[in-house]
């Protein structure tokens, strides 16, 4: 600091004129210098995020399977989607899994997190109830899959211990997707409840001493302490869940395949298969375009609740 | 000294967690707020602990005792067989399906591919975070924000045509293809790196202009030694995403040489017969790929935990 202070000091008395011009100096030398430390940072974002975000689009307007080049063919892929019925049940099939998943996640990770707030400060507790996240999806679909397996898995063998009927949970097209979405349940609810924890450690601490003056019991606490706190904390977790739901995948590749029948053939599974199965890329393609726009939606929405709710915490 | 410190440490959390009002007061509550934490961990846990359990059982003799919480006539055979090191006869006579499958291989393949992509991923990810946190320049935040949008694209729209790309760069099949798109950068690590760069006190980085040090000097003996503990968990978070990642490494790498572990299991399940599965083979297959992220876990734990705290919600 000092040295700085010496330094416009002396160079102002001597040459008035010198120090705007280093300036200018330095901020082409840092132009440059920056352009140099993007360099294989823009290499990466033109070539294997701008570009294929361009080509894709680009695709979704062709008839281009992988094979052979690409006849430009306008909107009919996207007109072809609107009468496609396996597009419409995978859509309703995803909102299924989406409302199943984010809605117990959300209510079970709030619950947790409460908890944790209340009754533990343990960074093992933590640890533990992580480490579900950041098992592969790969992994933790088989185990469950076979915890739930029909004849051997220990949850229907222990149903069938206690004479209650087993239960298809992959096998049964009125259950799977429930089973998918519980499984991820497990997986995401530690994760969740860490983000919201990280938001309840964010409420000033004195609104608990007085609530606990006015004598509030636990459940008073949370419906009119910690919840109203939390809100803008909740809406941005509840859309990064929305949005990391609708694009479930790794679970259904490798237990049921978009089976039984339909019924855990989501939009993200539809667009893989009609892309590698059947290589249809460019309508592939188009199916993508639709997914981003509903999942662009879904995030202008975000902005909408973020901002109602920052007005409630200012109140 | 450590001691010390470490029960002063201990001493001042006492202290403070007798101060902290959010804790709950009443005895009843704390029993009842406890028991439902033990449960939620007991719940999280038996999965996990059913992986094991199952990965040391016989899985002939596990048909008759499907209840039995204890590995059925405990056996190293599973490990072994999903490690290519047992015989088809001795595979056979466990339960296994005597086809040939080789985790090891595959491990290998996952440790090369996530070494690549984090540690180049990292380092240029870093120097854009440089250029974005502690440079000026004209227009630097437009160019930014541009980086950002790739944030909100669904990956599987620039899946389809990174596919073709790397199909017509001849790289299916090999770890460089698994590796190629996500090498340069994230939009994440960049976001991620830039918040703590933003932290820097400038008047060092000033000091070190003046003294005639360039731009990569100052970044390399200033910058990334003050960030280095964020850089490393930026490390352990991606390494740990690549790791556990499946359809790309599915699409672009199925031979032996590029299969990565997630890859491996997907087609050791879909491969297993339907009348009698290798249960205690996949489960095996499925430790084998878990084990490393549980040492990463024993080792770094604090560091994963607090990059979700400090940075998740923001």
């Known amino acids: ?315 | 000294m450590t001691i010390i410190a470490f029960k002063a440490g201990r001493a001042a959390r006492q202290a403070s967690r007798e101060d902290d009002p959010s804790l709950a007061k009443s005895k009843v509550a704390k029993f009842f707020g406890r028991l439902a934490l033990v449960i939620v961990i007991l719940i999280t846990l038996f999965p996990i602990y059913w992986m094991f359990r199952t990965a040391f059982s016989n899985n002939r003799a596990m048909f008759a005792e499907p209840l039995s919480l204890l590995p059925v006539d405990f056996t190293w055979g599973p490990l072994k067989r999903v490690l290519g090191l047992a015989t088809t006869e001795e595979a056979l006579a466990e339960g296994g399906s005597g086809a040939s499958i080789n985790f090891a291989q595959y491990m290998l393949n996952s440790i090369a591919a996530c070494t690549l992509i984090t540690v180049f991923q990292v380092t240029f990810s870093s120097m854009a975070a440089y250029a974005f946190a502690l440079l000026n320049w004209k227009g630097r935040d437009k160019v930014f924000s541009i980086f950002l949008i790739a944030l909100m694209v669904p990956g599987i729209f620039t899946l389809l045509p990174n596919f073709i790309l790397v199909k017509d760069l001849g790289l299916l099949n090999s770890i460089l293809g698994i590796a190629l798109p996500t090498m340069f950068m994230t939009p994440f690590a960049i976001f991620f790196l830039r918040q703590f760069f933003l932290g820097i006190n400038r008047s060092i980085i000033e000091a070190a202009v003046i003294d005639g040090a360039n731009q990569w000097r100052i970044f390399r003996t200033i910058v990334v030694p003050l960030a280095w503990p964020q850089i490393i968990t930026l490390a352990i978070l991606q390494f740990i995403q690549y790791w556990n990642d499946y359809l790309w490494p599915f699409l672009v790498g199925q031979s032996e040489q590029s299969k990565l572990l997630t890859v491996g299991l997907g087609i050791f399940k879909s491969q297993t017969p339907q009348g009698n599965p290798d249960w205690a083979g996949l489960m095996a297959g499925a430790l084998i790929a878990a084990v490393p992220i549980f040492i990463l876990m024993l080792v770094f734990g604090r560091k994963i935990v607090g990059s979700i705290q400090s940075s998740g919600v923001k």
């Open chain 1, 1 to 315: 600091m000092t040295i700085t202070a010496d330094r416009e000091a002396t160079s102002q008395e001597d040459v008035p004129r010198k120090p705007p011009a280093k300036k200018k100096a330095r901020r082409d030398s840092q132009l440059k210098a920056a352009i140099l430390f993007l360099i294989p940072a823009s290499i990466g974002f033109v070539v294997f995020f701008a570009w294929p975000a361009i080509r894709g689009l680009y695709l979704s307007f062709t008839d281009y399977n992988l094979l052979r080049p690409s006849t430009f063919i306008g909107f009919d892929n996207y007109v072809a989607i609107s009468t496609d019925p396996v597009f419409w049940n995978s859509l309703k099939v995803t909102l299924e899994y989406v409302v199943m998943n984010v809605g117990v996640q959300t209510a079970a990770a709030l619950g947790l997190a409460v908890l944790m707030q209340r009754f533990t400060r343990s960074m093992v507790v933590r640890g533990v109830i992580m480490l579900p996240y950041l098992i592969a999806n790969v992994i933790v679909a088989l185990v469950w899959f076979w915890l739930c397996d029909y004849n051997l898995g220990i949850i229907n063998a222990a149903l069938d211990f206690f004479g209650i009927d087993k239960v298809g949970f992959f096998g049964n097209e009125n259950v799977a997707m429930g089973t998918i979405a519980m499984v991820n349940v497990w997986r995401h609810l530690g994760y969740t409840a860490l983000l919201l924890f990280a938001g309840l450690q964010a409420i000033p601490k004195d609104v608990y001493e007085a609530a606990e003056v006015d004598g509030a019991g636990e459940w008073r606490v949370f419906r009119s302490v910690t919840l109203p706190l939390l809100r803008p904390v909740l809406a941005f977790v509840l859309v990064v869940t929305v949005v990391g739901s609708f694009q479930i995948f790794d679970t259904i590749a490798v237990t049921t395949g978009g089976g039984p029948v339909d019924a855990t053939r989501a939009i993200n599974y539809y667009i893989y298969q009609r892309a590698f199965e059947r290589l249809d890329f460019g309508y592939a393609s188009a199916l993508a375009v639709i997914l981003m726009i509903i999942l662009a939606a879904i995030a202008l929405l975000q902005n909408k609740l973020l901002r109602a709710n920052e007005s409630d915490l200012e109140r």
